[in-house]
């Protein structure tokens, strides 16, 4: 385990393992099969990748995905990790590029799909070099059971006759009994050890909004996150297509990606997507497999998906690094409707499944239980903790009507009324006194509900409807949809349901509603924002030049911690979270010049809340020892020059000089000597009576660029002392 965490350490730069991360690992390295669930952006892949690097042989991979396995292809060679993927796209001079470092031995992770490892000849020729393990990423699409079965998995039930003595691990986020069983089996997974995480992602802000003005309650979501990535699922091309055009209209930089688009238009708007050449792509379901952008902040559906499965993995792409972000739903009843319809037309063993699954998220939708403690619920697992903090019901986001119960007796009288036989729209109508030309027809307007609901509009009292659907009061029949009373609903017209009826306003409020998660506030802290946007900027221009997505340079995490420690040094820079060697060699020097750029233009102290760390990883009996800080005093007091005293206590230039100013003004001093000579605090003096000192890049400026940052503050801190001692005198 210890190499393990050196790995993690070394080529990924995290310090510690996520929940299940270590006894899923354990299984790997240990050699028995396994089945790993964690929900997305639980870490999965980092199950197999870090035992991958840390075993002896080369690791296979199965992965559904071409686009897949190119991420992590890439995410892995960012982090100096030898991994290839053998698949249908690659060149002839590529494909030989991957042979070659396969016959040296070279590969440590190789990924494919499964029909290829399927085939007799590919066997034979992995079984030549070593095999340490074979991995099946998305192992859900075997089962019929999941939510994304594909009939060419089922083929890899050979696997563990193929290669005997060779462990098999599958890992999914598909945590329900059912198709956790049918893999196990699908698999012939021998004995295999079991780890199922905690699906809960309390980083994820829930919310549920009836759909009333679409474009409204969507741009009042996107407007909390000015400048962020964002995914738009919508259920229709044309709803995609046109919600795309509405947001760039308005100003929005959003693009479309859905499944009726070209291969290569697809893929040129998901790539600005990732390169954030954009912030918002509006998508279909088509969208998102296989991406792992980690830091997109949240996730709108401008409509129901169909199961709570798909809920679960598309609001899922929203916070994988672990930070806030906001999952905010919009439903109406018809894309219920739309939904059914659709299933209707799908024959065969699955639609009774597929009919119970959509019927779930309905009620997910209307239900007023905490959001986080239904999914999780869902997934075959207890909810022990009391609130969440992160949903809309929790946080008391839902404002629920005064008179409810009320209400919805009227709405199940006049159900009752109607004798069960019409649909919502319908009924909706009568209550709010709409008396055309059919009710008219059918006698309505003379029942005693006509009218009841009158002061509020024929649409909000649709929404109620809607909500004693989801709640389970009412029942929607046959193809048009129509009411019938439930056993509870019987109870509400006897005015004694089980549980008090509890309806929401049906128009929401106008506010995009509060923003993000519980813990929000402390993942910005101590974080210079104007620096982390620098660092974003940086960011991207750095990924543009390589061709690669942001997010595989540095997570969002990464960029706040760099702004957050503002490091100085390579030594430094190792101690933010997710720099492993190979980043810092690949970006250290140009984010390193960044952001001493950026602090020593602004006299900010570097290598924040590292110093404990500095002390903390040498001996226990060198504790006491002075800081760096001391250590520098020490020095310069003897006349060490800045270099010197770099060298001496490990630290960057910009820290020492930092230091080397805080000395002359505790100790006074009012000339520079030995470190800057008096012509240039004369120079510089000269430029302070024009620009002031508050600042040093004004002064630079002022010096035409001659004079370097590190002089400038040292004369400043000279002067500084100077007049204090004329005030006093
Ligand atoms: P999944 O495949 O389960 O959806 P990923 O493997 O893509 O999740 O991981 C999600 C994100 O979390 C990635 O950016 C990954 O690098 C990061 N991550 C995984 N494990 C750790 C860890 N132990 N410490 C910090 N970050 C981690
Ligand atoms: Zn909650």
Request: charged share 25%.
């Amino acid at each position: 385990m210890q190499r393990i965490l050196d790995v993690l350490k070394q080529y990924w730069g995290y310090d510690s393992l996520r929940p299940l991360q270590g006894e899923a690992m354990a299984s790997v390295i240990e050699g028995r099969d396994s089945l790993t669930v964690l929900p997305t952006g639980g870490g999965k892949s980092l199950c197999f990748q870090a035992p991958a690097v840390a075993m002896e042989g080369m690791a296979v991979v199965v992965s559904p995905l071409i686009a897949l396995m190119k991420d992590q292809v890439d995410a892995l060679q960012a982090n100096g990790v030898a991994a290839a993927c053998i698949n249908s796209s690659l060149s002839n001079s590529e494909r030989y590029a991957v042979d070659a470092a396969i016959r040296a031995g070279a590969l440590k992770l190789l990924y494919v799909t499964p029909e290829r490892l399927v085939q007799p000849r590919f066997i034979a020729y992995l079984q030549r070099f070593g095999v340490s393990f074979i991995a099946i990423d998305e192992a859900h699409c075997i089962s019929m059971w999941g939510h994304d079965f594909r009939p060419e998995y089922r083929g890899i039930s050979v696997l563990k006759e193929q290669f005997p003595g060779i462990a098999v691990h599958a890992y999914t986020a598909t945590a329900t009994p059912q198709v956790r069983n049918d893999i196990i089996q699908q698999l012939n997974l021998d004995a295999p050890d079991v780890h199922v995480g905690d699906f809960d992602r309390p980083n994820l802000n829930y919310k549920v909004r009836q759909r009333s003005d679409r474009m409204g309650q969507l741009t009042a979501v996107i407007d909390t996150h000015p400048g962020e990535s964002g995914v738009v699922y919508a259920i229709s091309r044309k709803d995609v297509e046109e919600i795309a055009a509405a947001l760039n209209q308005r100003g929005y930089r959003a693009i479309a990606y859905h499944a009726g688009m070209g291969d290569h238009d697809r893929k040129t708007n998901q790539e600005a997507f990732l390169r954030e050449e954009v912030d918002i792509i509006v998508a279909t379901v088509a969208f998102g497999m296989g991406i792992d952008k980690s830091n997109v902040r949240y996730v709108v559906h401008a409509a129901m998906p169909k199961s709570l499965e798909h809920y679960q993995q598309e609001s899922g792409r929203a916070g994988r690094d672990g930070l806030e972000a906001d999952c905010v739903l919009l439903y109406s009843g018809g894309d219920f409707g739309l939904w059914s319809r659709i299933l209707q037309n799908d024959e065969g063993e699955g639609s009774a499944i597929a009919a119970q699954k959509l019927r779930d998220m309905f009620d997910y939708c209307g239900s007023v239980a905490c959001r986080h403690a239904t999914l999780v619920q869902y997934f075959g697992q207890p909810w022990t903790k009391a609130k969440c903090g992160a949903c809309d019901v929790c946080n008391g986001e839902i404002e629920t009507m005064a008179g409810a119960e009320e209400i919805a007796q009227f709405i199940c009288r006049a159900v009752q009324g109607v004798e069960q036989r019409f649909g919502a729209q319908y009924v909706a109508g009568i209550l709010a006194g709409k008396a055309d030309a059919r009710v008219h027809q059918n006698g309505h307007d003379d029942l005693p509900e006509f009218g009841k609901l009158g002061s509020h509009t024929q649409r909000a009292v649709r929404g109620w409807i809607e909500q004693l659907v989801a709640q389970g009061y009412l029942e929607k029949a046959g193809e048009y949809g129509v009411l019938q009373l439930t056993a509870n609903g019987d109870r509400v017209l006897r005015g004694e349901p089980d549980v008090p009826v509890v309806l929401t306003e049906s128009a929401p409020s106008k506010r995009g509603g509060k923003r993000a998660a519980a813990a929000a506030g402390a993942d910005w802290e101590g974080v210079d924002r104007e620096l982390f946007e620098a660092l974003r900027t940086l960011r991207r221009e750095t990924a543009q030049a390589q061709g690669k997505p942001p997010y595989i340079v540095f997570g969002d995490r990464s960029l706040r911690d760099l702004a957050r420690k503002r490091p100085s040094s390579a030594a430094a820079l190792l101690a933010v979270h997710g720099v492993g060697r190979q980043k810092a060699k690949d970006y250290g020097e140009t984010f390193l010049a960044a952001i001493m750029d950026y602090c020593s233009e602004r006299g900010m102290a570097m290598d924040v809340g590292l110093d404990a760390g500095f002390e903390m990883a040498a001996p226990a009996s060198a504790r006491t020892k002075p800081t760096a800080k001391d250590f520098a005093f020490d020095l310069f007091r003897s006349g060490c020059s800045i270099a010197d005293v770099c060298e001496q206590t490990a630290r960057a230039e910009t820290t020492v000089s930092g230091y080397l100013a805080e000395f002359i003004e505790a100790e006074g001093r009012t000339d520079g000597d030995p470190w800057v000579d008096a012509a240039t605090v004369a120079r510089v003096y000269e430029a302070v009576q024009t620009v002031g000192m508050e600042k040093l890049k004004p002064i630079h400026s002022q010096l035409n660029g001659e004079v370097d940052y590190t002089a400038i503050r040292i004369a400043v801190a000279c002067i500084q002392n100077a007049s204090d001692e004329a005030a006093a005198g």
